[in-house]
């Protein structure tokens, strides 16, 4: 009975990550797009994609602590019930001023990305709880596939959109999508939660209960560290990407379209290696050799010079992130306790968020004569770390293994 309730969740689960793609493939093109329109500065843009990532830098620990005192289903409900609404606000409310002003656009930026944050870590929560251990590799590509694709797709839908109507549809496709996504939930049957400690101290204990996990397991700090060098490099490329293509190349948005669109291919390639469950690939170390080739492939898309080579190219890297992301949340959830899946994905959340932030920044604290520059210093930057990383962790487990 047990065993049947876990396929039908996992199942519930698949469906709602279905949603979660179109939801967030439909927000990013609806807040990209309206705000470029709405503000006519591009620089806008950028600084809407800074906001998010400075949310999960500062509200992290909190909401991980949240995700392992509470119903995971019910916070997965709640997250996206969020979301929703603050679509819907900039849809109706926001766009129905007469001049949309910046500080209400980034207020629900904010709100929505500690939401969606909220539903990662509680929904990595629930994939651990349903899988069992030995398959838990193999689920995560599926469902980092899955996402992908529906993604995809959300962007897709969420363009004809807003072409076919207004900005304002655009929100209310990406609500609808994030309404859509608390229906299978309701049917997902969860053990009841741990009884916590309620008051405002036995939170704050719970608070420092994060940083202990990381203080004191090496394992998913170095998983931290991994993720913060190699898995920051698709933000990196969607800020400097249409520079290098039109500046250095002087290469039209054709050329841009055709390389931008080789990244998702190469992550939806990655998903589909790992969920035939081949075991070399989520081997013993493997996520410091995805992470280097990350940095090797990084690297050598500086040079590249042409259409097929830069598509080839970015798919590579796009293909080896991928590996490294999935193995790399995979390993999580097998190395850390159900009690601390939370706290443990929201740490290394921040950790992405912090490198995210300084690699895209690093354009305007660092002028340098070419755009393809930052792509070769740290595609090199990020190799580099990853083999000392594998070569540390290496000699350490060697030495464990000594009599």
Same mark, same amino acid.
């Given at each position: 009975?047990?065993?049947?309730?876990?396929?039908?969740?996992?199942?519930?689960?698949?469906?709602?990550?279905?949603? /979660?793609?179109?939801?967030?493939? /439909?927000?990013? !093109?609806?807040?990209?797009?309206?705000?470029? &329109?709405?503000?006519?500065?591009?620089?806008?843009?950028?600084?809407?994609?800074?906001?998010?990532? +400075?949310?999960?830098?500062?509200?992290?620990?909190?909401?991980?602590? &949240? $995700?392992?005192?509470?119903?995971?289903?019910?916070?997965?409900?709640?997250?996206?019930? @969020? &979301? %929703?609404?603050?679509?819907?606000?900039? %849809?109706? !409310?926001?766009?129905?001023?007469?001049?949309?002003?910046?500080?209400?656009?980034?207020?629900?930026?904010?709100?929505?990305?500690?939401?969606?944050?909220?539903?990662?870590?509680?929904?990595?929560?629930?994939?651990?709880? *349903?899988?069992?251990?030995?398959?838990?590799?193999?689920? #995560?590509?599926?469902?980092?596939? *899955?996402?992908?694709?529906?993604?995809?797709?959300?962007?897709?839908?969420? @363009?004809? *959109?807003?072409?076919?109507?207004?900005?304002?549809?655009?929100? !209310?496709?990406?609500?609808?999508?994030?309404?859509?996504?608390?229906?299978?939930?309701?049917? #997902?049957?969860?053990?009841?939660?741990?009884?916590?400690?309620?008051?405002?101290?036995?939170?704050?204990?719970?608070?420092?209960?994060? *940083?202990?996990?990381?203080?004191?397991?090496?394992?998913?700090? +170095?998983?931290?560290?991994?993720?913060? !060098?190699? +898995?920051?490099?698709?933000?990196?490329?969607?800020?400097? +990407?249409?520079?290098?293509?039109?500046?250095?190349?002087?290469? %039209?948005?054709?050329?841009?379209?055709?390389?931008?669109?080789?990244?998702?291919?190469?992550?939806?390639?990655?998903?589909?290696?790992?969920?035939?469950?081949?075991?070399?690939?989520?081997?013993?170390?493997?996520?410091?050799?995805?992470?280097?080739?990350? %940095?090797?492939?990084?690297?050598?898309?500086?040079?590249?010079? /042409?259409?097929?080579?830069?598509?080839?190219?970015?798919?590579?890297?796009?293909?080896?992130?991928?590996?490294?992301? &999935?193995?790399?949340?995979?390993?999580?959830?097998?190395?850390?306790?159900?009690?601390? $899946?939370?706290?443990?994905?929201?740490?290394?959340?921040?950790?992405?968020?912090?490198?995210?932030?300084?690699?895209?920044?690093?354009?305007?604290?660092?002028?340098? /004569?070419?755009?393809?520059?930052?792509?070769?210093?740290?595609?090199?930057?990020?190799?580099?770390?990853?083999?000392?990383?594998?070569?540390?962790?290496?000699?350490?487990?060697?030495?464990?293994?000594?009599?």
């Amino acid at each position: 009975m047990a065993q049947s309730d876990g396929s039908a969740n996992l199942k519930l689960l698949f469906v709602m990550e279905v949603f /979660s793609g179109l939801s967030r493939g /439909s927000y990013l !093109v609806s807040v990209g797009w309206t705000t470029l &329109i709405v503000t006519n500065d591009v620089a806008r843009v950028g600084q809407v994609f800074i906001v998010a990532m +400075l949310t999960a830098l500062i509200l992290g620990p909190f909401v991980g602590t &949240i $995700v392992d005192r509470h119903s995971r289903r019910a916070l997965v409900i709640l997250a996206h019930g @969020g &979301i %929703g609404l603050a679509m819907l606000f900039l %849809g109706f !409310v926001w766009l129905g001023q007469q001049a949309p002003g910046v500080a209400p656009l980034f207020a629900m930026i904010a709100a929505a990305s500690a939401l969606r944050m909220l539903h990662n870590s509680s929904h990595d929560g629930l994939i651990q709880t *349903v899988t069992p251990p030995g398959q838990l590799m193999k689920i #995560v590509a599926r469902f980092r596939g *899955v996402h992908l694709i529906s993604t995809a797709v959300g962007t897709v839908l969420a @363009g004809f *959109v807003i072409e076919a109507g207004s900005p304002r549809m655009g929100f !209310v496709f990406s609500a609808c999508a994030s309404f859509a996504l608390i229906l299978p939930m309701l049917f #997902v049957r969860t053990a009841a939660p741990q009884q916590m400690t309620r008051g405002a101290m036995a939170f704050l204990s719970d608070l420092k209960g994060g *940083v202990r996990i990381f203080v004191e397991n090496r394992s998913i700090r +170095l998983l931290a560290l991994l993720a913060a !060098v190699s +898995l920051p490099v698709g933000q990196l490329s969607n800020a400097i +990407l249409s520079s290098f293509i039109r500046d250095d190349l002087h290469m %039209g948005s054709d050329a841009f379209g055709i390389v931008d669109a080789a990244w998702p291919m190469g992550g939806m390639l990655a998903a589909l290696m790992l969920s035939t469950g081949i075991a070399r690939l989520s081997g013993r170390h493997m996520e410091y050799v995805f992470a280097a080739l990350a %940095g090797i492939t990084t690297l050598a898309f500086s040079f590249c010079a /042409s259409v097929p080579a830069l598509a080839v190219v970015h798919g590579a890297m796009g293909m080896t992130v991928w590996l490294g992301r &999935i193995v790399i949340d995979g390993r999580i959830l097998q190395t850390c306790e159900a009690a601390n $899946v939370g706290r443990t994905k929201a740490g290394v959340d921040m950790a992405f968020s912090l490198s995210a932030m300084v690699m895209c920044l690093s354009p305007t604290a660092v002028i340098l /004569s070419r755009t393809s520059d930052y792509f070769l210093y740290w595609g090199g930057f990020m190799t580099v770390v990853a083999v000392t990383l594998w070569v540390s962790d290496r000699a350490t487990g060697n030495a464990a293994a000594r009599p």
